[in-house]
């Protein structure tokens, strides 16, 4: 099981430009969150995707958007591109049937700079 | 304020035990967990705890859930270097999986010296 799978790893992008991050979920998982993440902070939430729609949205700015995929894998975008949104762009995934816990699988993250 | 907060930096000596404390100000929490990451890397589940337990253990780790003071702790027994990572605690409200929402808080540095 190859588990949460994220691309790319790293990337630089400089102000105004839009970038677009891709997730695969864990086998078997069908619902994608992502998190950002800045330097010395915990994760932030910025959005959910089950069955190709947004279900849940955090306090992000439109310039955040994302999409998901018939086989589960998603991708976030973000527009217009400020430097305090470098961070680790996070994708966890997880069934939405299961009720209780509903753990999350993080995968390792994408690692944004914005010069 | 922060929802979840913790102290930044615990140092310990190999084969101590170590504890990080989280307080939490959510009544309606359900579920409240740790994670712990590692540079470099995403998170990793620790262990969980349900709201209307008080105390779970899970082989070197044990979690201690106070809800009257909304306060959590992980207890890891016996700690390695190789425990040395950021350790983030996170709650979560509401149930099903529709609320995959969690709320992080800062992290917590733990550094093993040998």
């Not at chain 1, 306090?59 to 310039?63: E, G, K, L, S, V």
């Not at chain 1, 217009?80 to 470098?86: K, M, P, Y």
């Given at each position: 099981d190859a588990g949460v799978t994220q691309s790319p790893t790293h990337l630089i992008k400089t102000r105004g430009q839009q970038v677009t991050l891709r997730c695969s979920p864990k086998s078997g998982h069908d619902t994608v969150s992502w998190y950002q993440q800045a330097l010395g902070q915990g994760p932030q939430f910025i959005f959910q995707y089950y069955e190709e729609e947004e279900r849940q949205r955090g306090?992000?700015?439109?310039?955040f958007s994302g999409h998901q995929f018939p086989n589960y894998s998603s991708e976030l975008n973000v527009n217009?591109?400020?430097?305090?949104?470098?961070a680790l762009y996070l994708c966890a995934s997880s069934r939405?049937?299961?009720?209780?816990?509903?753990v999350l699988t993080f995968g390792a993250g994408s690692r944004l700079t914005v010069l | 304020g922060e929802d979840v907060e913790q102290s930044l930096f615990l140092s310990v000596r190999e084969g101590d035990s170590s504890v990080i404390n989280c307080t939490y100000t959510d009544?309606?929490?359900t579920y409240l967990y740790w994670y712990k990451q590692e540079p470099g890397a995403g998170l990793q589940l620790l262990t969980y705890i349900f709201s209307n337990m008080d105390m779970k253990q899970d082989q070197r780790l044990t979690v201690l859930l106070n809800k009257k003071d909304k306060h959590l702790s992980l207890r890891i027994a016996?700690?390695?270097?190789?425990?040395?990572a950021i350790y983030f605690c996170a709650e979560r409200k509401g149930y099903?999986?529709?609320?995959g929402n969690l709320i992080f808080g800062k992290g917590t540095k733990l550094s093993v010296k040998p």
């Open positions: 306090n992000f700015p439109d310039r217009a591109l400020l430097l305090g949104d470098s939405q049937e299961d009720s209780g816990a509903n | 009544s309606s929490s016996d700690t390695q270097t190789g425990d040395s099903g999986g529709s609320q």
